[in-house]
C-alpha cells in the first residue's frame, strides 16, 4: 500500500503540474494575445497618421496646381490678347504701307 501511496502521490503531483504548466501557458498566450493587440492598434494607428498625412500633402499639392493652373489660363488669356494686338497692329501697318503706296503713286 505504500507503494501505491506513493504511487497516487505522483500522480496527483503530476497533474497539479500539469494544470500549473497550463495555467502558465494559459496565462501566457493572453499576455501574448494583448501584446499582438496593442502592436496591432499602434500600427494601424500609425498607418491611419500616414495615410492622413499623405492626403493633407495631396490637397496641399492640388491646391497648388488649381493655383498655378489659374495662373496659366490668366497668361494664356494675355497671350490671345496680345497675339490679338500683334494681328491688328500688323493690319494696320499693312493698311498704312498700301495707302502710302497709293499716295506715292498718286
Known amino acids: 500500500t505504500s507503494e501505491i501511496d506513493k504511487l497516487q502521490q505522483e500522480a496527483i503531483d503530476f497533474e497539479r503540474e500539469a494544470r500549473d504548466a497550463r495555467e502558465i501557458a494559459h496565462k501566457k498566450n493572453c499576455e501574448n494575445i494583448a501584446a499582438l493587440k496593442a502592436l496591432y492598434r499602434k500600427e494601424l494607428g500609425d498607418a491611419h497618421k500616414k495615410h492622413d498625412l499623405a492626403m493633407e500633402q ?22 490671345c490678347k496680345a497675339q490679338e494686338s500683334h494681328e491688328q497692329a500688323k ?10 503706296v497709293k499716295k506715292v503713286a498718286d
Do not use: F, G, Y
Open 58 to 79: 495631396v490637397r496641399a499639392s492640388e491646391e497648388v496646381l488649381d493655383s498655378k493652373l489659374e495662373e496659366l489660363k490668366h497668361a494664356n488669356q494675355e497671350v
Open 91 to 100: 493690319k494696320q501697318l499693312s493698311d498704312s504701307r498700301k495707302e502710302h
